[in-house]
């Protein structure tokens, strides 16, 4: 079936472009030649214009996919670490003397901190 609509379809095109070739004059040939080669011309271009803008849609909905799954998946929550040798230490076993011997509960001085971007001579 398919076959037979393509003979036809193409029988049809040559007997127009044969009638239309008797009938015209040279230059009304040469307008209907130049039409044709114009689009012909212009298929390439529009074929690399559709791959690239359905390759762009894909990526598009590969995106929005990916951002829809991180939005339905609950967030991880980062591990929480908690250092305080100061005034819990003494509750440990040996009374923190474990860690004052590493000097880490035996600081009792007022902290210092760098400020970036602030002058040293303040």
């Known amino acids: ?7 036809l379809l193409a029988a049809f ?9 008797l009938r015209l004059e040279a230059a009304g040939l040469a307008v209907v ?3 044709l080669c114009g689009i012909v011309a212009a298929l390439p271009v529009n074929g690399a214009l559709l791959y690239v803008l ?17 939005q339905e998946r609950p967030p991880a929550t980062a591990p929480v670490v ?3 040798a100061g005034r819990g230490a003494d509750m440990l076993p040996g009374g923190g003397e474990l860690l004052g011997a590493y000097g880490l509960a035996g600081r ?3 902290r210092e901190f760098t400020i970036v971007g602030e002058e040293e001579g303040r």
Do not use: D, P
């Open 33 to 35: 030649v130049g039409i």
């Open 54 to 70: 359905w390759r762009e849609r894909r990526e598009r909905e590969r995106l929005e996919e990916r951002l829809r799954l991180a």
């Open 82 to 84: 908690i250092l305080n």
């Open 1 to 7: 079936m398919k076959r037979g609509l393509g003979v």
């Open 13 to 21: 095109g040559v007997t127009l472009a044969v009638v239309v070739g």
């Open 108 to 110: 009792q001085g007022a």
